[in-house]
């Protein structure tokens, strides 16, 4: 490069030029929709002019600024020579700038990156190799960078490094002040576009839609204590018409949700995916399957017609509608929903679900039943029978008398020889109770189309480890009123006869609850829901700079975008849950009841367990634990998952935490923990659970907890859902009419076609397609995922301590995946496989890309 005279004068005068490297990743690769980037990058390119960056002091502050950093002379993005461009993954293009500077800079310790081009481009890092005094400077950017006219502030990107507040170089605290106080946004008060950077709260006043229709109006939840709920990202769209505490609703079609637009990074593609996914399902495929399915009698005329999903296919006729669906979607979803099929047509086909893919019929046994409450979609239910027969909790001057109508006679053959006195003592009865979280919604449930009962199922733990189901009670609310408590009957195992088809549907019912409870409550309320107030604290309260910010950044990677796209199409009013589980328009109030018991103490793997009597304290076993059932898949491998977790954040936090004291005078952590209960749960502000973050081990706990949440819970929960729950009969989300009672035509049919009964009474046909659909994308792992023990940068920090004690977590995963092969391979451990003979691999580490029932991502990504 020649250089001119005037540099040559300043060069001369003292000053150097330092070269720095820029990646920037290609805005085509990042966006689904957004078609036209390449060629728009192509022909406005940002060297020159157009891109300004400006060191700023760590070291040296300018006392006319009150003693912030000295920012620099600019330099400007250039093309480096051809023969010196390193080997970049695809997608990303390497620029090179030139600073020129001299002893009065000091030490650069963060940079100002100014936009003057017309779109907007992701800067992933910059890094200075050599800079006279110190060697290499590197800054993990990772953030979308609009024009300057966006902004009414610079935008800054500090060096890798990590400091405490206190410990923050005096010319950097006024910039990390400034940086946090742009992302509280809280003096802005309009509807926010792409390109801002607030992270506010708001109440889930989304989901209902009273501008369209009375029918579509739901309920607040947030900020009242008959609907407690976590608060989600503010967007700050205006009221609606009709309703001024509800906000306004984007159209249907419209993905342009507001959040962050740095949330909608990760692998902002495989997001787009999902929303795009969410859009064809209800607007193409939806209407697509309500018009060609036979709708009398609406239902599957036997179970070979289900398995033709997935080995024949659905075969779609060669019309108008069905050819505007295929050419209206991309590409990786047209392979989603349609395949080829004959004639050229489309074919509606699903992958082939793993709980179909040794024996067709395995679903329909006991075995399979109790092992998938130790080792399925939703293992995070089942607890010890403390008592029998079971109490309700609800409040009897409202509900009556709720308790259970179990009866010694209605088990006591089926305990091995035990009475019922002695599987309670010995601890050998087990539980799944769905009756108090559905019981006060059951009226109004069953007044719509859906036709289900509140369930409770006991378990007998036998003596190689298994599980085997009791009974199973059914109930109803009294006909004559609520306050006079529950009718209820209860439904015994039988093998042969029309009892069998009486005891598969019993079971069909109780699995209907599960499958409600599981997506609204341990899928989306427990992880989804909880995990978005930290993410918002975080960014407002917790400087880049933070230790704990860069410990729990990659734990929320994409988490908002998810979310926002689940409350337009997902759990909205009218959307694809709404539609596909039984609660129907209750559905998200339901889990808001429920999130009044909602404990952040309990979500902690450890006490989870304890509080559900699968474990108990035992000073003589590992990590002092000692497991109920010790064969108990998620319990086995969470908790080797969790106490990796745990210790990683031991040893990350001590390198910056030596005490108490430290935790305790940490400024922006305390804020930060302030910040998540008050306002972020503030409807729990008030709960003595709460930890006061005092100390180190608060920290670490409270740490443990979040990173387990946002990674590993889950991956329990979701990566299952279609090995598991793509074949509906297996795990039903509605049911339409009630048990046939004998001396009716259901009954009569129930003997002489016990198939039709079932596909009578489970999902219809509509919904099975829709359910599946659904769930085969929310199972799909993204191509370019990072999972647990793995970043996007190995920069990330520049203390080689920290690289050291993730490099020791990520071994410790390692052979936690080889140690759960290992299990799934020991013929003696009979919960791990089962008679589906499906490998418990959900919380295995790591994984391929697609649907693989294994892998656990750093965050709720989809």
């Given at each position: 490069m020649i250089i001119s005279h005037i540099v040559k004068d300043v060069l001369s005068a003292g000053k150097k030029k330092v070269k720095a490297s820029i990646v920037i990743m290609d805005k085509n690769v990042l966006s689904l929709n957004d078609f036209n980037a390449s060629i728009l990058n192509q022909i406005q390119d940002f060297v020159g002019q157009s891109v300004e960056l400006r060191l700023i002091s760590a070291t040296v502050g300018d006392p006319n600024k009150g003693n912030r950093g000295v920012v620099g002379e600019p330099a400007n993005l250039e093309r480096p020579p051809l023969s010196f461009i390193p080997k970049l993954i695809a997608g990303e293009t390497l620029y090179e700038a030139h600073f020129i500077v001299d002893e009065s800079l000091g030490i650069p310790g963060a940079i100002i990156v100014k936009n003057r081009h017309l779109a907007e481009f992701y800067l992933k890092s910059i890094t200075i190799d050599d800079f006279p005094g110190k060697g290499r400077i590197h800054f993990d950017c990772n953030s979308w960078v609009y024009n300057a006219n966006k902004y009414d502030y610079d935008r800054i990107f500090f060096a890798n490094d990590t400091y405490l507040p206190e410990h923050t170089p005096g010319p950097l605290k006024g910039y990390r002040e400034d940086e946090l106080r742009n992302l509280r946004g809280d003096n802005v008060n309009r509807e926010l576009e792409e390109w801002d950077r607030v992270y506010g709260y708001?109440?889930?006043?989304?989901?209902?839609?009273?501008?369209?229709?009375?029918?579509?109006?739901?309920?607040?939840?947030?900020?009242?204590?008959?609907?407690?709920?976590?608060?989600?990202?503010?967007?700050?769209?205006?009221?609606?018409?009709?309703?001024r505490n509800s906000e306004s609703r984007l159209f249907a079609l419209d993905l342009n949700i507001y959040v962050p637009r740095d949330e909608k990074f990760g692998h902002l593609k495989f997001a787009d995916f999902l929303g795009y996914g969410l859009k064809a399902i209800t607007k193409d495929l939806l209407p697509l399957v309500q018009s060609i399915v036979d709708f009398t009698p609406k239902e599957f005329d036997s179970l070979k017609e289900v398995f033709d999903l997935y080995?024949?296919?659905?075969?779609?006729?060669?019309?108008?509608?069905?050819?505007?669906?295929?050419?209206?979607?991309?590409?990786?979803?047209?392979?989603?929903?349609?395949?080829?099929?004959?004639?050229?047509?489309?074919?509606?086909?699903?992958?082939?679900?793993?709980?179909?893919?040794?024996?067709?019929?395995?679903?329909?046994?006991?075995?399979?039943?109790?092992?998938?409450?130790?080792?399925?979609?939703?293992?995070?239910?089942?607890?010890?029978?403390?008592?029998?027969?079971?109490?309700?909790?609800?409040?009897?001057?409202?509900y009556g008398n709720q308790n259970s109508t179990f009866k010694e006679q209605d088990i006591q053959d089926n305990l091995d020889g035990y009475?019922?006195?002695?599987?309670?003592?010995?601890?050998?009865?087990?539980?799944?109770?769905?009756?108090?979280?559905?019981?006060?919604?059951?009226?109004?449930?069953?007044?719509?189309?859906?036709?289900?009962?509140?369930?409770?199922?006991?378990?007998?733990?036998?003596?190689?480890?298994?599980?085997?189901?009791?009974?199973?009670?059914?109930?109803l609310p009294h006909p004559g009123g609520d306050n006079l408590g529950a009718v209820s009957t209860v439904y015994k195992p039988a093998s042969v006869g029309v009892e069998s088809t009486i005891w598969l549907l019993a079971k069909s019912y109780a699995l209907v609850n599960d499958s409600g409870v599981h997506q609204l409550i341990s899928h989306w309320l427990r992880t989804h829901a909880v995990i978005e107030p930290f993410v918002i604290a975080t960014n407002r309260q917790l400087s880049a700079l933070h230790p704990i910010n860069k410990l729990l950044a990659p734990h929320y990677r994409d988490t908002m975008n998810i979310n926002a796209q689940a409350r337009h199409t997902l759990i909205s009013a009218g959307g694809l849950l709404e539609f596909t589980v039984f609660p129907s328009k209750y559905a998200l109030e339901m889990s808001a009841v429920v999130y009044k018991s909602w404990n952040f103490l309990d979500q902690a793997l450890p006490a989870d367990l304890l509080k559900r009597g699968m474990a108990e304290i035992d000073r003589s076993s590992p990590h002092n634990l000692r497991l109920l059932i010790p064969d108990y898949p998620y319990a086995v491998d969470g908790l080797a998952i969790w106490f990796a977790i745990e210790g990683w954040v031991r040893e990350y936090t001590a390198i910056y935490y030596p005490?108490?004291?430290?935790?305790?005078?940490?400024?922006?952590?305390?804020?930060?923990?302030?910040?998540?209960?008050?306002?972020?749960?503030?409807?729990?502000?008030?709960?003595?659970?709460?930890?006061?973050?005092?100390?180190?081990?608060?920290?670490?706990?409270?740490?443990?907890?979040?990173?387990?949440?946002?990674?590993?819970?889950?991956?329990?929960?979701?990566?299952?859902?279609?090995?598991?729950?793509?074949?509906?009969?297996?795990?039903?989300?509605?049911?339409?009419?009630?048990?046939?009672?004998?001396?009716?035509?259901?009954?009569?049919?129930?003997?002489?076609?016990?198939?039709?009964?079932?596909?009578?009474?489970?999902?219809?046909?509509?919904?099975?397609?829709?359910?599946?659909?659904?769930?085969?994308?929310?199972?799909n792992h993204a191509s370019d995922e990072l999972y647990l023990g793995q970043r996007a940068s190995a920069e990330w920090a520049s203390d080689n301590r920290v690289i050291q004690a993730f490099n020791r977590f990520g071994s410790k995963l390692k052979e936690i995946e080889k140690n759960i092969s290992n299990l799934n391979h020991d013929p003696s451990l009979k919960n791990r496989c089962g008679p589906a003979q499906v490998p418990y691999y959900l919380l295995s580490p790591y994984s391929e890309g697609g649907i693989t029932a294994k892998g656990i991502p750093n965050s709720i990504s989809i």
């Open positions: 708001a109440y889930y006043n989304d989901l209902g839609a009273p501008d369209l229709s009375p029918s579509l109006a739901r309920p607040i939840l947030g900020g009242n204590s008959q609907f407690p709920y976590p608060r989600r990202g503010k967007t700050g769209r205006p009221p609606a018409r009709t309703d080995e024949g296919g659905f075969p779609l006729p060669d019309i108008p509608l069905v050819r505007k669906f295929i050419q209206s979607m991309p590409f990786e979803l047209f392979k989603t929903f349609i395949t080829p099929g004959h004639n050229q047509r489309g074919v509606l086909k699903f992958p082939l679900p793993h709980i179909l893919q040794k024996d067709k019929w395995a679903w329909r046994s006991d075995e399979e039943f109790a092992r998938e409450t130790l080792a399925g979609v939703n293992p995070i239910m089942i607890q010890l029978l403390k008592e029998f027969p079971p109490k309700s909790s609800l409040d009897p001057s409202l009475s019922v006195y002695e599987a309670l003592q010995l601890k050998k009865l087990l539980i799944i109770d769905h009756h108090d979280a559905i019981m006060p919604y059951l009226r109004r449930i069953n007044s719509t189309d859906n036709k289900i009962y509140a369930s409770r199922t006991l378990f007998f733990l036998k003596k190689d480890g298994t599980l085997k189901p009791l009974a199973i009670e059914l109930s005490n108490d004291s430290a935790v305790q005078q940490d400024g922006e952590l305390q804020s930060w923990w302030t910040e998540v209960r008050e306002v972020g749960h503030g409807d729990l502000k008030d709960q003595p659970w709460w930890p006061s973050l005092s100390t180190l081990e608060d920290l670490i706990q409270s740490c443990t907890t979040i990173i387990w949440i946002a990674s590993a819970m889950h991956a329990a929960v979701n990566f299952g859902q279609y090995p598991y729950a793509g074949y509906l009969p297996n795990r039903p989300t509605a049911s339409r009419r009630f048990m046939p009672q004998p001396g009716t035509a259901e009954y009569e049919e129930l003997e002489k076609n016990p198939e039709k009964a079932l596909l009578k009474t489970i999902t219809n046909q509509v919904q099975t397609i829709i359910g599946i659909s659904l769930i085969e994308v929310l199972s």
